[in-house]
């Protein structure tokens, strides 16, 4: 992972208006090049809002965001970090505006005047980054949720962005569809270093990442990785969270003399610690 820092939020708060409370307060982070940050917390703790300041969807009341080298407060740079910085909704239904997949794919490129052969080759090859091929002429509102949220993060990729931002780009799909998204994630962040934002309250999709920024009432509660914060039963207690299903199952499987000797945070990592204890035991 790169040291570069592509986002710098500097003593940030946030309020929607003058006489409202804030929903953002003092929030210092910085994320790098080529890691995968989950900012996670309970409904209501201003994950989301935060997330839109990355790309001047909001402008913080007090402090400053550097994205990729512009402050957000200035309106002459937004369209080039909401290039760098390309973001997907929660919900697919809201983000797709063309009548097929391909033109859809497109229809960002269109907006930032592509060239026609440039905008061809990039529709092509975020097509088939996301499993999309035979598709293309395919009508969305035919789609299932995981194949239309992945038409959308398609136009996201087609935009060549330096980070992606998904903000509860799962929330709304089943779980087929939702382990499905996350494969392709998964596959950018591992295979071609993108640098990926996830925001969530969801503590499964949490485990993916490199690192974790957990929001509590609209302050940072505690950083670190999944492995420090997702089984630190006291911790997910103070930030209203659940642990993982695994990390729950371990303990469980300890309280009843089955000492796996390591938390599990993925399904893949279970396995492999119970065929570990089934071995020596």
Avoid: C
Avoid at 16 to 23: A, E, F, L, Q
Avoid at 72 to 90: G, H, L, N, P, Y
Avoid at 125 to 143: A, F, N, T, V
Avoid at 165 to 170: F, N, P, S, V
């Amino acid at each position: 992972m790169s040291t570069e820092k592509l986002i710098e939020v500097k003593n940030v708060s946030f309020r929607y208006r003058d006489d409202s409370p804030y929903v953002v307060k003092g929030i210092n982070l910085s994320i790098k090049r080529g890691e995968w940050l989950t900012i996670l917390g309970h409904n209501g703790s201003g994950k989301s809002t935060l997330a839109k300041m990355f790309n001047a969807l909001y402008t913080p009341n007090e402090g400053d965001v550097i994205s990729f080298g512009h402050n957000t407060k200035s309106s002459d740079t937004w369209t080039e970090i909401r290039r760098q910085a390309a973001m997907v909704f929660q919900n697919p239904d809201n983000q797709i505006v063309a009548p097929t997949v391909e033109d859809d794919v497109a229809f960002g490129l269109e907006n930032a005047g592509v060239s026609y052969e440039d905008m061809r080759r990039r529709v092509s090859d975020s097509i088939s980054r996301l499993g999309l091929e035979g598709m293309e002429k395919r009508e969305p509102h035919q789609l299932s949720g995981g194949q239309k949220q992945r038409v959308a993060l398609a136009g996201a990729l087609a935009l060549k962005p330096a980070v992606i931002i998904l903000d509860e780009a799962t929330s709304m799909l089943d779980p087929s569809g939702r382990a499905e998204v996350l494969t392709y994630i998964k596959n950018l962040h591992e295979n071609e270093n993108m640098t990926i934002i996830t925001i969530t309250h969801d503590v499964e999709e949490a485990v993916f990442a490199d690192r974790l920024v957990v929001l509590k009432d609209g302050q940072v509660l505690k950083e670190g990785t999944p492995a420090h914060l997702l089984t630190d039963a006291d911790f997910l207690r103070e930030a209203h969270l659940k642990a993982p299903f695994t990390v729950q199952l371990t303990t469980e499987l300890k309280k009843h003399g089955v000492d796996l000797r390591r938390d599990a945070l993925t399904r893949e990592e279970l396995v492999e610690a119970l065929w570990t204890y089934k071995q020596t035991h």
